[in-house]
């Protein structure tokens, strides 16, 4: 069952894989034509395959964000606000959708210890939910932990646009583009 999953870009595409061998005995038979010997993966393995994944993603992309549904679609209100105020930044993030198997919705509750969706990863941190969010959000502080953090962002506020400078102490500052 190893890499029974794989995630494309923001969406979980399967929910469950099963691993198809050809049976031995029938090995003579053209292969169009063989009997097939189906192995299922226990549930215990898919959630465990899923954390691994999702753990690796978190660890691999600056920002990751599990939510209900997907940022051009939400399936709830706290996690459409995510979306938004993530949207708001304009800073690139991986995000989960947690109604598409059980086992990431209870999984990233399980790595994160906290019991509510949605949920924000930043350079491999748990940062908190929806209301946290909102809060850093007004306060300055969630364009301070990207600051930190070097990721490119753009300041809600004013549009403009801080990229981090490799060895430098401050960002450098992009004017918004006019139109």
Known sequence: CSN???FTSRVL???ARVAVRPVAAMSSAPSFHRPQQVRFCSDETVKQEIMDEMRL?????????????????PRCGFSSKAAEIMGAYGVPYTSYNVLAHPAVREGVKEISGWPTIPQLFVAGEFIGGCDL??????????AALFKDAGIAYRDPQTGITHVPVQ?????????????
């Open 4 to 6: 029974m999953f794989r």
């Open 13 to 15: 595409m399967r929910s």
């Open 57 to 73: 993603d978190i660890k691999n992309n600056q920002v990751c964000l599990f939510m209900k549904g997907e940022p051009e679609a």
């Open 133 to 142: 969010m909102i809060e850093m959000h007004e306060s300055g502080d969630l």
């Open 167 to 179: 060895g430098a102490e401050d960002t450098e500052l992009k004017t918004p583009e006019t139109k």
